[in-house]
């Protein structure tokens, strides 16, 4: 559970930043699409959009794996689920890692 506890405490922090930094402009201007890029070319800001990615997979998954363990007992149902937890957090990783990268170098 110190995993689970420690990613809710890091999301919450990072995505209260994300928040505070859209702040800085009125709501539908953020929402621009040469604001949106700009951000992801802006370095620090892309690594915590990266950061706030991995922390809430982490988060998620490791929730849904705790209740799914919950609803049966079994060994092989065990393993099951805590390998497909890992491979879909995984997944979800690398897609958005792909699209903080894409949009951060300039391809659509």
């Known amino acids: 559970m110190k995993i689970h506890y420690g990613t809710a405490l890091g999301a919450v922090a990072l995505v209260a930043v994300h928040i505070l930094m859209r702040m800085t402009q009125k709501f539908s201007d953020s929402l621009q699409y040469q604001n949106v890029i700009t951000n992801y070319h802006f370095l620090p800001y892309a690594l915590m959009l990266e950061v706030v ?19 049966k007992q079994g060994s092989t149902y065990e393993r099951a689920i805590n390998y497909g937890s890992i491979a879909a957090m995984a997944v979800l990783i690398a897609y958005g890692s792909r699209t903080i990268l894409m949009a951060g170098m300039g391809i659509s």
């Open 53 to 71: 990615l991995v922390l809430l997979a982490v988060h998620g998954f490791n929730g849904l794996r705790v209740i799914l363990l919950e609803l």
